[in-house]
């Protein structure tokens, strides 16, 4: 295995590790380092990986593990999951508590970008939820919160998705 | 019937209710409109998530792929050196803290830890001596230089590219605005003789050349005099850098002395910093004080100053009549100890028989006395024996490491450790050095252990063969570049020639090795964590 064939990997892979990056850390700047480091990680660790699997999720599993580790380096995890963490969540309407319209009646470009623009503590689950397909026990566990409130955020998110991407039809 | 409520709808929508429940919401939701139709809009929901967070975000260009250290950790690694060198002077200089290392160390890597401690020990003197004249100590430009460093870093990582520039101007006037002042230089120049008289005081560096120069006034910087004939009596307040056929000092001096001369004569003289004398002759009669190493190298020379470190000798003949607070290390003919004399540590001397070392009854050695023999032969480095093994071990160890690479392509990788990550990766090996040893030791008495410890010591003893080779590749591969036309049996070749030169040179040759075992046993074990990560990776 060299560098060339790497290489490859790298140009087909970038885009989806830098959305990635992009959509965890809520910055194109912290991304496009992040992706760097994410690439030069992979680099060293690439003779290890098993070539039948996919290289994509193995990439992007680094990602998102060093996307977790450089927020948890920031210290923002713990201020950021604080308010929640042994607390019992805000009450959820038992309706679904809104006239805004669905997620699904936006186009993708909106909602990456509604989701880009949500607070931490809501990116993070969706993210790792909708995007990796992780499980709430996972999700729970690299965001150091119980499982019980990870479902109470994903809720919360699609709220706040949705307000979100209503109020920029609306300003439109 | 009252519904669930929508926590538990989006966990059922989410695969994350439990069985139970699952078949407890399925029922209901069989004969619940309004649940039929919330399930549906959740389902719809994360289907549109999930396209929508899968799409490629636009990259007009993707940038070049970098394996290189980046430049932040560089800063950082300079910054940790510098900030490391400024606790390790002050200690050494301020507390007076004696830096040796255990023994036992010795029996580990023989030979090894004690020459590169040594050779440390005189270069930081060196150093120390280079710099630190005057105002000017190594401490106070090392702790300026430390945080300009670090704010660059810090700049650099957080304003990126766009402030690097400027923010590394905005570092240099710093630097410039906060160095040390420098003296002033004072450059006098005669064909035939230079006074500096005794009631005349130069503020400045002053550079005298003259066929004769004699120096009564003091100095308060550096003096560099250069001529026939030179005399020193005054004080001087950095160091002292004479050149003369017949050299004279009676001074008190608060530097350092490099002084060459076919004959010198030091009197009277306290020196704050090291003595580096080169000469044919060499006396002193009346006491002389050197707080710091003396490096002497004559043909005779009759010492009895008081030095405050270690004397490093290699003369045809020396006799020694004074008292050395640490070790007398000799090279050469014959040394005498008066009766006078005292050592506080160890003397060895390396001379052409034992007869050559006579040390008078009453002088005292508180340490060891070791004579080495020189052996008959000419010396080692002009023989072309000693040059065919050293090619051979280079060869071999360039055989070893296609061989290593060949087996463990992965090792290869192992070159795209930035600066931050070898600091760790080297302290790693230090620790790895030491440990594995002791460890293997304690499992063997265990009965199950036997097998286990004797494994552990042939594989260190492997590692510490290929640790140097591993350095000499990722030495290699630093220097050729980590680029498309990367050549890695080329880098192999170099970082390992290199290695092997760096490693032949006296004192620094040490050094070299010791650094290259331990940085190479760190890649090693670094190598072995991830290639244990990556076993347990779990596919995402």
Known sequence: ??????????????????????????????????????FMKGYRSYAHYRQHRPFGPWIKSIASNYCIDLLRRRKRLAAVFSDIDGSQAEPIDTALATEDALINEHDAHSINEAVIALPEKYRLPIVMAYYSDASYEDIANKLGIKKNHVGVLLLRARQQLRHVLNSTIAEI | M????????????????????????????????????????????????????????????VPQLHTAPSARYAFLTIAL???????????WQKLGVALSFPGWLNWLVPGVVDTAFNALDFFAGLLQAALGNGGRSLQTTLLWLTPVILLFAFVHRHARHNASMPALLLC??????????????????????????????????????????????????????????????????????????ELEIESAINGTVFALGES????????????????????????????????????????????????????????????????LRYYGGELELSGQAKIGGHLRAMVADEASVKVH???????????????????????????????????????????????????????????????GASALGAIALITTPLL?????????????????????????????????????????????????????????????????????????????????????????????????????
């Not at chain 2, 926590?7 to 309004?34: M, N, P, T, W």
Request: proline share 2%.
């Open chain 1, 1 to 38: 295995m060299n560098k060339a064939a790497f290489k490859a990997q790298y140009r087909a892979h970038y885009h989806q590790v830098f959305g990635l990056c992009r959509r965890m850390l809520g910055s194109t700047q912290d991304a496009e380092d992040a992706t760097q480091e994410v």
């Open chain 2, 2 to 61: 009252n519904c669930p409520t929508l926590l538990v709808q989006s966990h059922y929508a989410d695969g994350e209710l439990d069985s139970k429940q699952a078949l407890v919401f399925e029922a209901h939701r069989s004969h619940c409109d309004a649940c039929k139709t919330r399930q549906h809009h959740f389902m719809m929901e994360t289907e549109a998530l999930k396209t929508a967070l899968r799409t490629d975000v636009e990259v007009l260009t």
């Open chain 2, 81 to 91: 050196v510098i900030t490391g060198a400024v606790l390790i002077d002050i200690a």
């Open chain 2, 172 to 245: 240099i006037v710093v630097s410039v605005a906060y160095a040390p002042e420098s003296s002033a230089l004072d450059i006098r120049h005669d064909d035939d003789r230079i006074t500096v008289s005794a009631n005349e005081v130069i503020d400045d560096t002053l550079i005298v050349a003259a066929n004769e120069v004699v120096v009564e006034g003091d100095v308060s910087g550096d003096l560099i005099a250069v001529g026939e004939k030179v005399t020193i009596r005054s004080k001087i307040g950095g160091n002292v850098f004479a050149f003369a056929e």
């Open chain 2, 264 to 327: 010198v004569e030091i009197n009277d003289t306290s020196i704050s910093g090291n003595l580096f004398l080169a000469g044919e002759k060499f006396r002193n009669d009346s006491p002389v004080i050197i707080s710091g190493n003396v490096l002497l190298a004559a043909k005779d020379a009759e010492l009895g100053a008081d030095i405050g470190r270690e004397l490093w000798a290699a003369t045809s003949s020396l006799v020694f009549s004074g008292t050395i607070a640490k070790d």
């Open chain 2, 361 to 423: 009854d009453t002088a005292q050695i508180l340490g060891e006395r070791t004579v080495e023999l020189v052996p008959e032969e000419t010396s080692k480095h002009s023989t072309f024996d000693y040059y065919f093994e050293r090619l051979m071990k280079l060869l071999a160890a360039f055989l070893f490491g296609l061989l290593l690479y060949w087996l463990l392509p992965s090792l290869r990788f192992m070159s795209a450790l930035d600066g931050r990550d070898l600091l």
């Open chain 2, 440 to 540: 293997a030791v304690l499992v063997m008495f265990t009965l199950i252990g036997l097998p286990i410890g004797i494994a552990a010591l042939l594989l260190w003893i492997i590692a510490l063969y290929a640790a140097p080779v591993v350095a000499g590749a990722y030495l290699g591969d630093a220097i050729l570049g980590n680029n498309e036309h990367h050549k890695p049996v080329l880098a192999l070749l170099l970082g390992l020639l290199i290695l092997f030169v760096l490693a032949s040179i006296p004192f620094v040759g040490s050094a070299v090795r010791l650094i290259a075992l331990i940085m190479g046993l760190g890649i090693i074990v670094r190598w072995l964590r991830e290639f244990w990560d990556a076993q347990n990776y779990r596919e995402a």
